[in-house]
């Protein structure tokens, strides 16, 4: 008897039962998205603007200057410094852009940003990604007319590596070990774009990347869908915008699930593939994660 084969006897089953039942999905303890509470910040205090590297955080509204008839009441004030900022609102919040780095809770002083284990945050529609207050929530999107019953129980994937820096890959590597095993769930990667029914799609799409990607997917059958996986593929990332890559896959191709994060845990991925099949429901809406 080889020595892997008696270790799997003598462990048993590791797989977690998770999602069918159960809550185990091994990211307990882990670090999620930060939770925001616009309602404890602090006037003239842009700490968490400033140290937000991709302006996931900014300030686009000046109430004092509108009032005085200002022409740039909408104008990005994040450079200013803090004594121009007294008037200004609670910063606008973009997780589509956010890395999860963590440092707008470790500079914010009166907790309006906390750390949190939040990592649910895929969603259907660009804007639920983006806080907006109670009052202003999107209405629910219309209910998708396609029928993917038949696509329940079995779901090819071909992953495209369009710039990322493999922190996503290694995530996705992740749902393929015995924990989480993917298998399980009817959904496996593909080499071939032919037999896949989702595109999954990391990295910022570098120009260099942007015609293998058209290839991968014109060559899809009908009907496909398109997951833009990691922050860097949602929104550029900290590198979005410069001499290589544009600002996001949705530039390119029209995406159907947007899952931010850096990178997105392996749960999460399992969560965005389950809601291309209707068998999870989104759990993120005006920025706000629903528990």
């Known amino acids: 008897m080889s020595l892997w084969t008696w270790f799997g006897l003598h462990s048993g089953n590791v797989s977690t039962e998770w999602p069918l039942k159960g809550e185990e999905q091994g990211q307990e303890n882990l670090l999620g998205m930060p939770r925001y509470d616009p309602a404890s910040c602090r006037p003239g205090c842009a700490a968490c603007a400033d140290v937000c590297v991709t302006h996931a955080i900014s300030f686009a509204t000046r109430p004092a200057e509108?009032?005085?008839?200002?022409?740039?009441?909408?104008?990005?004030?994040?450079?200013?410094?803090?004594?121009m900022r007294q008037t200004h609102n609670a910063p606008d919040v973009d997780w589509g852009r956010c890395i999860v780095c963590q440092r707008c809770t470790e500079v914010c002083p009166t907790g309006a940003f906390l750390p949190s284990d939040d990592w649910a945050v895929g969603v259907a529609r660009r804007e639920d990604l983006h806080w907006v207050a109670p009052r202003a929530q999107l209405p629910e999107p219309r209910a998708d007319a396609q029928d993917r019953r038949p696509f329940h129980r079995s779901l090819h994937v071909r992953h495209v590596d369009a710039g990322s820096c493999n922190g996503c890959e290694s995530e996705l590597q992740a749902l393929n070990n015995p924990f989480y095993n993917l298998h399980r769930l009817g959904i496996f990667f593909t080499a071939s774009p032919r037999f896949a029914d989702v595109l999954l799609v990391t990295g910022p799409v570098t120009h260099a990347m942007k015609g293998p990607l058209l290839e991968?997917?014109?060559?899809?059958?009908?009907?496909?869908?398109?997951?833009?996986?990691?922050?860097?593929?949602?929104?550029?990332?900290?590198?979005?915008?410069?001499?290589?890559?544009?600002?996001?896959?949705?530039e390119v191709l029209p995406v159907d699930i947007y899952?931010?994060?850096?990178?997105?845990?392996?749960?999460?991925?399992?969560?965005?593939?389950?809601?291309?099949?209707?068998r999870?429901?989104?759990?993120?809406?005006?920025?706000?994660?629903?528990?």
């Open 66 to 83: 509108a009032e005085r008839g200002a022409g740039n009441a909408t104008a990005d004030v994040s450079s200013e410094p803090p004594d």
């Open 216 to 250: 991968a997917w014109q060559a899809m059958p009908e009907p496909k869908w398109v997951i833009a996986t990691g922050t860097c593929a949602v929104s550029g990332g900290v590198s979005g915008g410069n001499y290589a890559c544009g600002n996001g896959l949705d």
């Open 259 to 278: 899952l931010p994060g850096c990178p997105p845990n392996p749960a999460a991925i399992i969560h965005a593939l389950l809601m291309v099949l209707h």
């Open 280 to 291: 999870a429901e989104q759990r993120m809406k005006g920025g706000r994660l629903e528990r």
